[in-house]
């Protein structure tokens, strides 16, 4: 009997430990054709472990007065070479086109809307999916506005608005806001649990040309693709970068690095529980990023 009781425990002991290694399932949705930031968030969090990414779809920024043409097809096909230069096996879907509609069928049809849908549906009660918003929450609050019974079920951690955390005022007029204000209602009106790093708290974590040059160089063809990027994009940043979606990923991944407090918003922005990330390790975020790269790539 003692010896069968010893069993059990091995087997219980056994399947927690697999259990507490399980990778984390993650879809993630970036605006990556906008800014530098969301390609180094994106190599982050394609090569992190402990997470499986089951999906990287596109979003739009095309209310942006430096948007392309067809800005969603700009993330598109930039996530596509990401996963190529990663090497990981992730689905790359295309997004909603444009911001939300004003009226009727408000929702931006697409596959990366569906496939939050697919994913949230299948999961047994009590589970939920983890989705990392990087750009406007146009996918995520379409999924959501389709079918308002998965929002229960997300877990949804994004980088966008302000928040003061000495008067409690919440501001909403950042880029990721307003590239679709309809979405962002629709999210603080629904039932999806949100974790959101304002950008005045993500601001803190910055990376210098020199020292990512250094770092990244001539040491695998991302690292050259990201410094190169650096300079060919269209803005004055040239020795250092806010790396605002970077931090997001490194507070995800190491939840020691940074605090997260829980705000309830006002009435007019739906009277909510957020956990709202109030500060951040930046120094230990920006050092990891750099070996966490090397480790993958060079291991």
């Given at each position: 009997?003692?010896?069968?009781?010893?069993?059990?425990?091995?087997?219980l002991l056994t399947a927690g430990l697999a259990l507490a290694q399980a990778p984390r399932p993650v879809i993630l949705d970036a605006d990556t054709g906008n800014e530098i930031d969301d390609l180094y968030a994106l190599a982050r969090a394609l090569v992190e472990p402990s997470w499986e990414v089951l999906a990287l779809n596109a979003a739009q920024w095309q209310a942006s007065h430096w948007a392309v043409p067809e800005t969603m097809e700009n993330s598109h096909r930039l996530n596509q070479v990401m996963v190529g230069y990663t090497g990981v096996d992730v689905p790359t879907l295309r997004g909603g086109a444009a911001r939300m509609y004003d009226w009727g069928d408000l929702a931006q049809h697409s596959a990366a809307a569906y496939e939050i849908i697919h994913r949230a549906r299948a999961l047994p009660e009590g589970d939920s999916l983890t989705v990392v918003v990087l750009g406007a929450l146009t996918n995520v609050a379409s999924a959501v506005y389709i079918d308002p019974s998965v929002a229960s079920k997300l877990a949804v951690y994004w980088l966008g608005s302000t928040y003061d955390f000495d008067t409690g005022v919440m501001g909403t007029t950042d880029f990721n806001c307003v590239m679709d204000i309809q979405a962002l209602h629709v999210m603080l009106r629904s039932e999806a649990a949100l974790h959101v790093i304002p950008i005045n708290v993500a601001e803190a974590l910055t990376l210098s040309y020199a020292e990512t040059e250094r770092a990244l160089r001539g040491t695998f063809p991302l690292g050259d693709f990201l410094v190169d990027r650096w300079y060919q994009h269209l803005d004055g940043l040239r020795t250092e970068r806010v790396v605002w979606d970077l931090a997001l990923i490194q507070a995800m991944i190491h939840p020691t690095w940074a605090e997260q407090v829980t705000i309830t918003t006002s009435k007019d922005y739906g009277a909510r529980p957020?956990?709202?990330?109030?500060?951040?390790d930046a120094a230990q975020m920006r050092a990891e990023f750099y070996t966490a790269l090397d480790a993958f790539f060079n291991p």
């Open positions: 009997m003692r010896s069968l009781c010893c069993t059990l425990a091995l087997l957020i956990h709202y990330y109030h500060s951040i």
